[in-house]
T-cell receptor, first 114, second 112 residues
Framework: DGGITQSPKYLFRKEGQNVTLSCEQN?????MYWYRQDPGQGLRLIYY???????QKGDIAEGYSVSREKKESFPLTVTSAQKNPTAFYLC?????????????FGPGTRLTVL | GQQLNQSPQSMFIQEGEDVSMNCTSS?????WLWYKQDPGEGPVLLIA?????ELTSNGRLTAQFGITRKDSFLNISASIPSDVGIYFC????????????FGRGTSLIVHP
């Protein structure tokens, strides 16, 4: 079945450590996105990518980094520079950014920094 | 950036009641989407609206694209316990801005 997978579902890290969240899609989508969700805050865009080897900062990119070496994969690294990294992270994809077709979301990763 | 206000923030209702929620924007939108998020999961698209005045249904759900193009409404009729979750609106202004803006969500709790 086609879809978006995020792993792991729950992640715990010590303060000061970098951590990478995985996002894989087999929908053959060109565009991929990372959102951060905090209680009562809705979804805030961290980074997005329209095509392989290209990505753009979203509204809250500070303390995060991404790569897009393959069409299917868009990993997000939460660096030690992110001041408040504990949150629920959602990855999404869509067919093409320019036409803004429906975004399909993964199940999310809940990151807790101790 | 665009401001998108979603209300109410939360709702506590009895099973069988109807539900209404809305989103308003400071900018004109040319597309509105409504998503539902179950606890601990990613959002799933419920309804998409592409034209001012458009009224679209999906089972017990009905959504409308406001005539002013600055608002949208979602109604749920005869609520059931599985309607529990967070409902998000999202909109796009167009004109080169292809990234959607999301509302903060309406948390719905349905008591049996």
């Amino acid at each position: 079945d086609g879809g978006i997978t995020q792993s792991p579902k729950y992640l715990f890290r010590k303060e000061g450590q970098n951590v990478t969240l995985s996002c894989e899609q087999n929908l053959n989508h060109d565009a991929m996105y990372w959102y951060r969700q905090d209680p009562g805050q809705g979804l805030r865009l961290i980074y997005y990518s329209q095509i392989v080897n290209d990505f753009q900062k979203g509204d809250i990119a500070e303390g995060y980094s991404v790569s897009r070496e393959k069409k299917e994969s868009f990993p997000l690294t939460v660096t030690s520079a992110q001041k408040n990294p504990t949150a629920f992270y959602l990855c999404a994809s869509s067919t093409r950014l320019a036409t803004w077709n429906e975004q399909f979301f993964g199940p999310g990763t809940r990151l807790t920094v101790l | 950036g665009q401001q998108l206000n979603q209300s109410p923030q939360s709702m506590f209702i009895q099973e069988g009641e109807d539900v209404s929620m809305n989103c308003t924007s400071s900018s004109i939108f040319n597309t509105w989407l409504w998503y539902k998020q179950d606890p601990g999961e990613g959002p799933v698209l419920l309804i998409a609206l592409y034209k001012a005045g458009e009224l679209t249904s999906n089972g017990r759900l009905t959504a409308q694209f406001g005539i002013t193009r600055k608002d949208s409404f979602l109604n749920i009729s005869a609520s059931i316990p599985s309607d529990v979750g967070i409902y998000f609106c999202a909109g796009r202004t167009g004109g080169g801005s292809y990234i959607p803006t999301f509302g903060r969500g309406t948390s719905l709790i349905v008591h049996p």
